[in-house]
């Protein structure tokens, strides 16, 4: 598969939430004093992104602005300061690759290589079927499950450069695949079953049969 560097990016004239969102909008909105309505952008920009291919475009930008009444660069400001919101169009499927210490000492680097030869593209490019877009990220508040990914709105833990390959096979076929532990593991549990809280573990159901291999 080839890579396509996104350069230039291709802004769209206009932006109109949908039905659907406008009825959101409205609920949030419901949320905070009449004369606080900037405190909405945040869950704007993302039903922005939800809506619009997973990127945010200016006029988006500027729409928000109109329906909060606050200056554009505000909603500018806050667009450009968290990461989670994408500028730019990005693949159906943004693999965001933590390699922080954590997942990095696991075994991330392995993981990030298996990405870009399975996909034939480098880590900040897109594949040039669209679907995915591969982005290096910082911890991602999972790192006892590391090394871990997250792909669109869900994380993947556990994983090796095997099993990773099998995700990104699913992803592209559309098969069903399992959100969290790629291992199986349930939650954070130590690998070996639980070690501590037992009878909590029982009531919780988590890997049972360990527990009673071990007593
Ligand atoms: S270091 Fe990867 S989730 Fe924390």
């Known amino acids: 598969m080839g890579s396509v560097a996104i350069k230039k990016i291709e ?3 206009s932006f109109k939430f949908s039905k659907a969102n406008l009825d959101k909008i409205e609920k949030i909105l419901a949320k905070y004093p009449s004369n606080q309505k900037a405190s909405a952008v945040m869950p704007l920009l993302d039903l922005v992104q939800r809506q619009h291919q997973n990127w945010i475009p200016e ?6 602005a109109r329906i909060l009444e606050m200056p554009r660069i505000k909603v500018f400001e806050v667009a450009t300061f968290y990461t989670m919101y994408n500028l730019k169009p990005v693949g159906e499927y943004l693999i965001q690759l933590c390699t922080t210490t954590p997942c ?3 075994g991330s680097a392995d993981i ?3 990405c870009e030869d399975h996909l034939g593209i480098k880590v900040g490019e897109t594949s040039k079927d669209g679907k995915f877009t591969l ?4 911890c991602l508040g999972a790192c006892v499950n590391a090394p871990m990914i ?4 869900d994380y993947y833990e556990d994983l090796t450069a095997e099993n990773m390959i099998e995700l990104l096979e699913h992803l592209k076929t559309g098969d069903d695949i399992t959100v969290g532990s790629q291992t199986g593991r349930t939650g ?3 690998e070996a079953g639980p070690t501590t809280l037992e009878s909590h573990a029982k009531k919780a159901k988590i890997k049972m049969a360990e527990i009673e291999e071990d007593k």
């Open 135 to 138: 982005v290096e990220v910082e």
């Open 104 to 106: 990095w000492l696991c």
């Open 150 to 153: 997250q792909v669109n709105d």
């Open 188 to 190: 954070s549990c130590a």
């Open 112 to 114: 990030v290589k298996a």
């Open 11 to 13: 802004q769209p004239k």
């Open 59 to 64: 006029v988006a930008m500027e729409e928000i």
